[in-house]
């Protein structure tokens, strides 16, 4: 069976930080691209960070460059998204997204909530 499994979101003030992370089960992580969505109240999900299967290659969003970076550890099945400096307007539901190599095949998390307030 697979899964994502996202944890870690919550409440954040603005400029600290927040480390969210994607758990996966049922299938060869090695093989599979990660990536972070988010979704906003009232709009589109959008594409935050990307990370190659093996981890040698990063790619993050023009908005969350500088503050947001994305890791990951085949080892533990497990993709990372680190949030510093946070803004207000980073507040929405993130979500894990796993994409194979081949394109053959691709799978959602049930996304988690942050929310950046003081």
């Known amino acids: 069976q697979v899964q994502l499994v996202e944890s870690g979101g919550g409440l954040v003030q603005p400029g600290g930080s927040l480390r969210l992370s994607c758990t996966a089960s049922?299938?060869?992580?090695?093989?599979?691209?990660m990536r972070w969505f988010r979704q906003a109240p009232g709009k589109e999900r959008e594409s935050v960070a990307t990370?190659?299967?093996?981890?040698?290659?990063?790619n993050v969003a023009d908005s969350v460059k500088g503050r947001f970076t994305i890791a990951r550890d085949n080892a533990k099945n497990t993709v990372y998204l680190q949030m510093n400096s946070p803004k207000a307007g980073d507040t929405g539901i993130y979500y894990c997204?796993?994409?194979?190599?081949?394109?053959?095949?691709?799978?959602w998390g049930q996304g988690t909530q942050v929310t950046v307030s003081s």
């Open positions: 997204y796993a994409q194979r190599i081949d394109f053959a095949n691709n799978f």
């Open positions: 990370i190659s299967a093996s981890g040698g290659s990063t």
């Open positions: 049922g299938f060869t992580f090695s093989n599979y691209i």
